[in-house]
């Protein structure tokens, strides 16, 4: 090289734009009379309307944009696209701060902040970089080899130092202030991406009047058209795209949908997609969200994602300068910008010379074409000659120098001599890979297509076809060839009468490659895989210690597990690992790519689910009262149900409860149990089905009576237990518990259509229909006979214990009532339509204020539910059987049922079974807790000693005490015995004295009263 | 997943809850085997390829549906209403 | 029975303490969005009994026309209507409860007839943003081509089941859901219709007490 050369490259050096120093004077597709300021690190600069972040910081002269990962080494900006590896910065402040964000896709807005990660204390003086000294013991696999020992360390120390050391940036540390939404769309082409190829796709299907969306991560549509300097049909590339896209916004079924990255292919025709809606803005219009994720089902699917670059492998190619030659074009063509004042271009394929050919055109100064194929043609090696650039072929980049940034290159000529040429920026043309990933997430592998040294898609999900250079179909008269055939091919599918149009004429081009894997004699840390920091020697290191096979690779050395999942890097490490091993790169095989194709914000895939949305919450017909009286809540499922009702005074819930359990049992109390499952069950053949699901017989339940049920697995244990009512001559309802009523309600429409087709029955659930409320105590019939319109019977001898019948109530409301106790007190419950029930549950208390009524929740419901030993989830808890919770003795003896014939599993037999027992402390003043284990009182706590589990616990107002309910081996056997109740997890360990489980009214006279 | 619900028309997998192999039939009535229920409740073949399974259109029409899929694909081959599978199989046994 | 007592009972509407009347969202240019909440009407569950199909048929002829409406459509007229909700199962439609009060008479040994008028909030969705906002939380083609008016669907907004059945070409919606629900429901359609704006109206019914 000649120091007249440099001089002569230097000369043409373009007039610059403003204040952006590498901003042509003119061209590109930029809003130059819209300039846009922004920051970097705090640095105030000026870039464009239609730039993105990176073309702006080029157009200033800003090339060290980062630090890498683990070893904090100075990093640039290595492409123009979604798979860039190195330019990732924090994008806003505050709540918005968001990290790893590609500079190359983040468009640049006014007031745009953006802050380099990774550094510290400043992005030029990086103390951490000291890792790149230890860069041996952060080699591959250094996770598992360094820190092995000693393994306590690992938590406290070891963990926290690498996070701090290799990590990329922070997230927000407080609520993201946007929203995100959530959007279906359906079509019959699908077309990703919105380059040539997915324009003529497009429009040959859109004219069809097929219904077509097309998607493009960019937010300007023509791909590479908007990249590259070419004409089509004597019009720019860009011009071609613009008209394309104008005449798709005319047809009313085409979607365009810009500024949407389509991020996974699923089963099906299924399609996820996230539109970035506000991202190119300070802050989302007022309403408007951030981004959208849209669930797109098509019936045919156009892939037209096109292709990524591959970058050379040879020592310091990731010093800030060194960049895809396409993405060199992107920048000069479409943006005005010059990536460097001293262009050269390492070259492996006919790109590098477009390349030199557009940096010349653009203004720049070209520095050197090295080429690594021996033979060029004699014209282009003319043009850059002519311009002054060293041309070396047969020869290659062996290294790279510079402190923050590219300032020469080390290169080795085809006789194996060294020179060192001055230059600033470096365009790498190693050829170019069809984006494989989409059409791979279904569990699908490219195949290797030598001709163009590249994978190309293999077996396309069903209904989707490939097009242009996604296709491994590089040229531009390919694209749009490709694209408007399987675009017609797709619309017809359809059912369109489509056709694709004869393609444009194009300018010439050639696309010959023969791609260098890697150069032979690297000088320096040949880099693989950018973003994860893993070089050429990770996997030679790899081989070396035997992670050959690809998977092994990818997880040893961490290739390609970066955001970018090795957009740059798969093929690269594949290709040496197949040179070491003496394999062709198809035998070495690819790792599998899946879905999200680029990173997908949680807060998209959340969208409206956030905070107190993140699911349903349903109320209770009493909830307004409930609210406007100071009810504490609790969550029950979905359900919010009221616990207990607080009044002034007391000072804890167990006050409250106790007040709430002693009204009951003393006067009355009204709580609101709509959330049980009701089931209306009707048909001539009612009642024979619900002998099958229910294990209690039916066959004598009497119009106008109720009957406990329980309803058993096939496999023997208890699903859930409810009331059946019976309300006519075919008319039954049947509740279930509130955790389990969708459950049975399945498994009763199982029955119905699946086991048992031949049977006349119906089954509706009433649910939603009827607010039903617990009205117990000794004055509950007081109360009642208020509510009840006149003319009907409350008396115990007309209306007795587990009766059920329809009512009015307030005039004429039809209302169903049914005698039915939970709490053991004289008990009714009442279902009133659900519009009347704030005002039926108003009445109630209106109805018993001379009883002293009381409302109760959840938490009293229990205790008294506890106390008389009845069964609820802790005890239902599908590890038990009928036997297990005392109730076998009203099995039926004398019909099928489900669960009939499993129940009598040896195990589900077996005497030593744990069973439900009552449980009192010893010392009244204990406090009992579920969940602890019961041991003999000298046992050594074990697996072997133990002897069963407190379920439920309550403390008991009527016998002053904490009391429980358990199930302990041979249980009703041992009344009177003492066990421990052993708790290690809250420090307990209580003697309990085993009893009934019935400690309140064991005669049961108080509900018949 | 897209299933073809014979009343709803297509609709996302999420709509749907699963049960498993449709091909167990339960032993009915009184005069019905331990052992065989035994199978009825746990056994099940697990094949790579084609199998009919039970399926809950949950948040639909709640029908029950047997749907026809491979395991390897994910490919539906057919969606039937159990209902209508569980009453040709009745009026077969009838014959 | 007192003065007191009676006034107490009036029926409280679904979308009370839920929905707040008037415009919210987006503010500019005319509501993409208009919810019209609908209290007062009447809903019946109709499940045919086995082999009675083409009675059911004929007993509901007059009143609902010659037809049962197949899977997936409805048949209405004005606020009366026959919605199919299931195979062999329709939802009775009337503007109000009493309006449906003889059909488990009327169909006695037909269908199995389950009052159901409380069960669910009813909310109408119009505007010339309906079909994108509903397309928000349905997985359901609502383009033209593929659901139009008579079409019904049930499905599921935001885990949340609903039924929903296209009244005309406008297009309008008429958006049920279980009443448990009804407020998680709406914060949905506020999330999903802000970015339109979003008109919201009382039904030009009042509430009719069952008397």
Redesign the interface.
């Known amino acids: 090289m000649t120091t007249l050369a440099l001089q002569r490259a230097e000369a043409p050096a373009s007039a610059s734009f403003g204040d952006q120093p590498f901003r042509t004077a003119t061209g590109g597709l930029i809003d130059r009379n819209r300039p846009r300021d922004f920051t970097f690190d705090g640095r105030r600069l000026t870039g464009c309307h239609g730039d993105t972040l990176a073309s702006a910081l080029l157009a200033n002269g800003v090339r060290l944009v980062g630090r890498s990962f683990k070893y904090h080494r100075p990093r640039g900006i290595l492409s123009a696209g979604s798979e860039e590896p190195n330019a990732l910065v924090e994008l806003r402040s505050g709540a918005r701060r968001e990290p790893n964000t590609r500079a190359t896709m983040a468009e640049l807005y006014e007031g745009l902040e953006a802050t380099s990660q990774n550094r510290w204390p400043s992005l030029a003086v990086d103390v951490l970089s000291v890792n790149a000294l230890l860069s041996p013991v952060f080699a591959a696999g250094f996770y598992y080899k360094t820190f092995m020992w000693p393994a306590s360390l690992w938590e406290k120390l070891y963990e926290p130092m690498i996070r701090r050391a290799a990590g990329l940036g922070r997230a927000a540390d407080a609520p993201d202030p946007d929203t995100y939404d959530h959007a279906h769309a359906h079509c019959d082409v699908l077309v990703i991406g919105g380059g040539p190829a997915g324009l003529s796709a497009a429009l040959a299907a859109g004219r069809s009047g097929a219904r077509v969306i097309l998607v493009d991560e960019d937010f300007a549509t023509g791909g590479r058209l908007l990249a590259e300097r070419r004409e089509i049909g004597g019009t720019s590339g860009a011009e071609w795209a613009a008209r394309a896209l104008a005449e798709l916004e005319s047809l009313p079924e085409v979607r365009i949908l810009p500024r949407t990255t389509l991020f996974g292919v699923y089963d099906h025709g299924a399609y996820g997609a996230v539109e970035r809606v506000s991202d190119h803005l300070a802050v989302p219009a007022a309403y408007a969200p951030r981004q959208r994720l849209w669930r797109i089902v098509a019936r045919r699917a156009v892939l037209a994602a096109g292709a990524i670059e591959r970058p050379h492998v040879f020592g310091g190619n990731d010093r800030p300068g060194v960049m895809l030659a396409g993405a060199v074009r992107t920048y000069l063509n479409r943006y005005g910008v010059l990536p460097g004042r001293r262009l050269a271009v390492f070259t492996s394929s006919d790109d590098g010379w477009r390349t030199a050919a557009d940096i010349l055109a653009a203004g720049g100064g070209l520095a050197a074409v090295i080429d690594t194929r021996t033979t060029v043609p004699p014209a282009l090696r003319r043009m850059a000659e002519a311009a002054g650039a060293r041309v070396v072929t047969g020869g290659y980049v062996a290294g790279t120098k510079g402190h923050l940034g590219l300032s020469a290159i080390q290169v080795v000529d085809g006789y194996n001599s060294t020179e060192t040429i001055p230059c600033d920026g470096l365009a790498m043309a190693n050829g170019w890979n069809p984006i494989v990933h989409l059409d791979s997430h279904l569990s699908r592998r490219p195949v290797w297509n030598e001709a163009i040294h590249a994978f190309v898609p293999g077996t396309l999900p069903s209904g989707m076809q490939a097009a242009g250079a996604a296709a491994g179909r590089f040229t531009l008269a390919e694209c749009l060839e490709t694209g408007a055939r399987i675009g017609a091919e797709a619309a017809t599918d359809c059912g369109f009468t489509a056709s694709a149009a004869a393609a444009p004429q194009t300018d010439p081009e050639t696309v010959d490659h023969t791609p260098l894997w890697r150069v032979p004699k690297p000088k320096g840390k040949a880099f693989v895989d950018f973003q994860n920091d893993v070089a050429a020697s990770d996997v030679e290191l790899a081989h070396r210690e035997g992670f050959r096979a690809v998977e092994l690779l990818k997880r040893y050395t961490t290739l390609g597990m970066a955001t970018d999942q090795g957009k740059t890097s798969n093929l690269a490490g594949l290709s040496i690992m197949a040179e070491l091993t003496g394999k062709d790169i198809p035998s070495v095989g690819t790792t599998v790519f899946r879905p999200p194709f680029t990173p997908v914000a949680i807060g998209a895939f959340a969208g409206h689910h956030r905070g107190k949305d993140f699911r349903a919450t349903r109320h209770v017909p009493s909830h307004a009262w409930a609210e406007e009286n100071g009810a504490v809540f609790v969550e029950t499922g979905l359900w919010l149900r009221p616990a207990y009702f607080p009044r002034a005074g007391e000072t804890d819930w167990l006050d409250t409860v106790v007040r709430e359990v002693e009204t009951v049992r003393a006067r009355v109390g009204i709580c609101d149990v709509s959330t049980l499952g009701k089931i209306d069950i009707q048909g001539r053949d009612a009642l024979a089905f619900i002998e099958r699901v229910c294990a209690n017989p039916f066959a004598t339940l009497a119009i106008g009576s109720a009957r406990y049920a329980v309803l058993l697995r096939e496999d023997g244990l208890i699903m859930d237990d409810g009331t059946i009512a019976r309300m006519g001559e075919t008319h039954y309802v049947m509740t279930a518990s509130t955790a389990n009523a969708a459950r049975v309600m399945q498994h009763l429409e199982f029955c119905r259509q699946w086991l048992w087709p031949e049977l006349d029955v119906q089954l509706a659930s009433v649910s939603e229909q009827w607010a039903q409320y617990a009205v117990a105590g000794p004055r509950a019939r007081d109360t009642l006979r208020r509510i009840i319109d006149p003319g009907f019977d409350l008396s115990n001898e007309a209306f007795p214990f587990l009766a059920c019948t329809d009512v009015t109530v307030g005039g004429g409301i039809p209302a169903r009532l049914f005698r039915i106790s939970f709490s053991g007190e004289l008990a009714y419950e009442l279902a009133v339509p659900a519009a009347y029930g704030d005002a039926a549950w108003r009445a109630i208390m209106q109805a018993g204020l001379p009883y002293g009524i009381t409302a109760y929740g959840s938490e009293a419901l229990s205790v008294m539910r506890i106390e008389k030993g009845h069964a609820a989830g802790p005890e239902i808890n599908g590890l038990t059987t009928a036997r297990d919770i005392g109730l076998d003795g009203m099995l039926a003896t004398n019909k099928d049922y489900i669960g009939r014939l499993m129940k009598e599993r040896p195990a589900l037999v077996d005497p030593n079974r744990p069973v439900l027992v009552g449980f009192r402390p010893v010392d009244p003043s204990a406090r009992l807790r579920a969940g602890a284990h019961f041991l003999s009182l000298d046992a050594a706590p074990s697996l072997e000693a133990d002897e069963g589990v407190m379920t439920s616990v309550a403390y008991s107002p009527i016998l002053k005490s904490w009391i429980g309910i358990g199930l302990i081996r041979r249980g009703p056997e041992r009344h009177g015995e003492r066990v421990r109740a052993y708790d290690p997890v809250r420090g307990a360990d209580t003697e309990v004295e085993i009893c009934s489980p019935v400690f309140v009214d064991a005669k049961e006279e108080k509900p018949r009263v | 997943m897209r299933i073809r619900c014979p009343h709803c028309g297509e609709r996302d997998n999420g709509e749907f809850s699963y049960l498993g192999d449709a091909a167990p039939v339960r032993p009915e009535g009184l005069d019905a085997s331990a052992a065989a229920m035994h199978d009825y409740v746990y056994l099940r073949d697990n094949p790579a390829g084609t199998i009919r399974e039970l399926w809950y259109h949950a948040a639909g029409c709640r029908s029950w549906l047997v749907v026809t899929r491979d395991t390897r694909t994910h490919a539906i081959e057919s969606v039937e209403p159990a209902r209508d599978v569980a009453r040709a199989r009745r009026s077969g046994e009838a014959a | 029975?007192s003065e007191a007592?009676?006034s107490?009972?009036?029926?409280?509407?679904?979308w009370?303490?839920v929905a707040r009347i008037g415009r919210s969202?987006?503010d500019a240019g005319p509501a993409g969005v208009r919810l019209t909440l609908r209290e007062g009407f009447g809903l019946a569950?109709l499940?045919v009994?086995?082999g009675k199909e083409a009675d059911l048929q004929t007993a509901l002829a007059d009143r609902f026309g010659p037809s049962l409406p197949e899977?997936?459509t409805a048949i209405l007229k004005g606020e009366t209507g026959l919605v199919w909700?299931?195979?062999g199962?329709w939802l009775a439609v009337a503007p109000s409860p009493r309006d449906l009060r003889d059909l488990p008479e009327t169909l006695r040994g037909i269908?199995?007839v389950?009052?159901?008028?409380?069960?669910?909030a009813l909310v109408r969705i119009s505007g010339p943003q309906a079909r994108?906002m509903l397309?928000?939380?349905?997985?359901?083609?609502l383009?033209p081509?593929?659901f139009g008016p008579g079409r019904v669907?049930?499905?599921?907004i935001?885990?949340?089941?609903v039924q929903f059945w296209q009244r005309d070409a406008g297009p309008t919606y008429d958006l049920t859901v279980?009443?448990?629900?009804?407020?998680?429901?709406w914060?949905?359609l506020e999330?999903?219709a802000?970015?339109f704006?979003y008109e919201v109206a009382a039904s030009t019914k009042d509430l009719i007490a069952?008397?």
């Not at chain 3, 389950?114 to 669910?120: H, K, L, V």
């Not at chain 3, 397309?135 to 083609?141: E, F, P, Q, R």
Request: charged share 15%.
């Open positions: 029975m007592m009676t107490l009972w009036q029926p409280r509407g679904a009370e303490g969202g987006a569950t499940i009994a086995e899977a997936g909700s299931a195979p199962q269908a199995s389950t009052e159901q008028s409380d069960s669910r994108a397309a928000k939380g349905v997985a359901i083609d383009h081509r593929a669907a049930v499905t599921s935001a885990h949340i089941g279980a009443r448990s629900f009804a407020g998680s429901l914060r949905w999330h999903a802000a970015e704006g069952i008397g």
